[in-house]
Structure formats: C-alpha cells, structure tokens
C-alpha cells in the first residue's frame, strides 16, 4: 500500500508542476536557480557523489574529501549541493560541483544516471525521498556522515516512517554526529546507526599570522575587532541599535560583518552607509574603516583568525544558528544566541569546555562589553575552544572506517 500511495503522490507532484510550469520556471529564473533543472552532470565513473545542502555542509566535509582523494586516488568525487552559495563554496573543494536538481523522480533518476556513482555519502539532513528511491533503483549504496536530526525534523519524519522504511535499503549506514542524532535516526530507520562524531571538530582551516593579517587589512595591535559572522535578517537591525553604546564603552572598535548570504549586501549597507565593502578593499590599507561588510564567500576564517571576539549569527532570531567551531578553531572567546538548534551538538559541547557564552538580544550588548573588559576570561574562553576542538578530532577516523567498507577501489 505505502509503495502506490508513493507512485501516486509522485505523480501528482510531476503533474503539479507540469500545470505549473510557467510559475515555477518564471520563479526558478528569478532565483537564479536553473541548475535545478539540468540533470547532465560530470561522469564519476562508479566513484563517489557526495550529496550536501549549503556551505555550512561543504566546510563540514571538507576534511573527508580530502582523505578520501589521499586513500582512494583513483576515484572520481563528485559532489552535488542544494543552494547556490552552498554550490559556490563547493567550487573550492577542486572537485567537479554540480546544483542538485529538484526532487522529482525523473530528474533524480537522469541525474544519478549521469553522475553514475558507486556509492552516495549524504552530509547531514539531506533526507529526499526520490533521491533514495531512484539509489534504490539504480543499485547505489548510501552512507549518511555527520548525520544529525532535531527534535523538530524528526517529529516531522516519524509522520513518514513506514514509507522511510521503504525507501531505506540502499542506506548501509548512518553515521551520526551525537548519540541524541543516532537515537532518533535510529527510532526512524532499521538500518546501521553509529555515533561517530561531529566532521566539524576535524575542520582544516589555514593557519594565519596574527599581526601580519591585521596589517594587512589596516588593523593596529590594540584595536578591538569583533567579527559577527553568518549575520542573518534582523540581527544587523539588532547590531546597529547596540553600536552607539558599544563605541562609548569600546573606544578602539573595530566591526567586522559577514552576511549569511552576500545577495543582502545592499540591504545591510543601507544600515551602515559609513561601512567598508570588502570587495572593494585593497592590500596594505593604511587605515581600517570601523565598520567592514563582507561581501564575498570564502573569507570569514581570515577574520575570525584575527578578531578579539567572534559572535556566531542565525541565533539571535530563529534561523537555529551557525557554525560556532570555526571561530573555535581559531581560539577565539564566543558569544552565540539562544537559537542554535542546528549546531546544539557543537554548542553543548563548547558549554562544557567554558569556551562560548549564551546570550540574547536583550543582552548581547551587556554581555560584548563583559567580555571586552575581562581580557583573561577572553583568552581562557579561547583556550577552552582550542581544547574543545582537538578533544574531538577523532570524528574524521571514524567516519572513514565507517566507509572503507562500502567504497571498491
């Protein structure tokens, strides 16, 4: 019964859009999103197509691509993504990227036809039902890495649960992030699950020069830079209203804003007229300017690596926050809000290490002025983070012994 409710509502949704089709190619268009549509993709030739939602993702599976290319020389990596920054970042990886294509049955279908892989490796949350059943078809395994499920999606995907089964024997294994992940993966699926870790901890970030980055971008030693990064709609509104009181009681301030998603940038300059654009910024500036915008992925490690406090965005508002480790990386204190669903794993554990503070919109101002006027607790707050990290770096192993088994040379 589940398998012709499943052919059935397929083919109400192709027909859906078949009547459709002008809105949705005039919207596609828009957005800038035709990729969506064009299921030719490069030929892995029965080797790897890694499968990851946005960049967040991409950076996360950074270091496993890496590993794999060092063990398996031989084969082919392909990797597909489900947004266009997350695309963009995947460009970096020096592997051929492609924009997933919708989730329809005969787009997936050409699709995996064309990138033709031995085995799929999904990043995270990418749970789409057409993506399985066409694997399924074709005869691809599947492993999930640095899987991880909220309370949230899972209450959304128990709704789901017979035809999940159904779909799941292409799945060899799911590989998790925590063993709250692991539990609820395993209360949705009758396939291996283990708890092999967060890939995040196991970040290759480049090493910086302190002094000589700051100087580069025009920053002096005693400045105090704070870099909010990942900032998301709202939470520049937010930084504004604080900023007045923050240059009274900061009186060497420096702000570095990265946005989310660089599209904004015309919105959040209306904020700060006064502000730098990055891409227009030169090498050797004499002077930095107090305010920088962001305009350009792929950079937000630099200024982190240079900051004397690092604010992570998404989580001031709902959007369930953004990668805290990065900063961690760099043994940067932390400031983060309430909104962090989508790296509770992350931030739980920075908690336990002491090396993020919580905070909210009604305090975040109180909280950056603390920490500016607590310089040790700034650097036990960084040294914390450093040990956090290395604590964890085991996740990346065992992430590839989870695999070896499924890979053919």
Known sequence: MIIILFHICNFLLELCCLLLSPAILIYIWLKKYWGALNFKATDSEKGIMIHSASVGEVNAVRPLVKKLQERYPELKIVITCTTLTGLQQAKTLNIPAHLSVLDLPWLRKKQLQSINPQLIIIVETEIWFNLLYQAKRQGIRIAFVNARLSQKSFNQYKKWKKLLHFLEEPIKLIMAQTEEDASRFKNLFTVPVINAGNLKYSIDLPHFNQLELRAKYGYKTEDFIIC????????????????????????????????????RIAEVRDLFPEAAIYSAYKDGVLEAADILLIDTIGYLNEFYAICDLAIVGGSFLDFGGHNPLEPAFYGKPIIMGPYHSSCAGSVKELLSYDAILISDSQNLKTDIIYLYQNPEKRKEMGENARACIERNKNALDNHLRGLEQWIIP
Do not use: M
């Open 228 to 263: 909010f990064g990942s900032s998301r709609p709202g939470e520049e509104v937010l930084l504004k209203s604080i900023l007045p009181e923050l240059r009274l009681n900061i009186p060497k301030l420096k702000l570095i804003l990265a946005i989310r998603h660089t599209p």
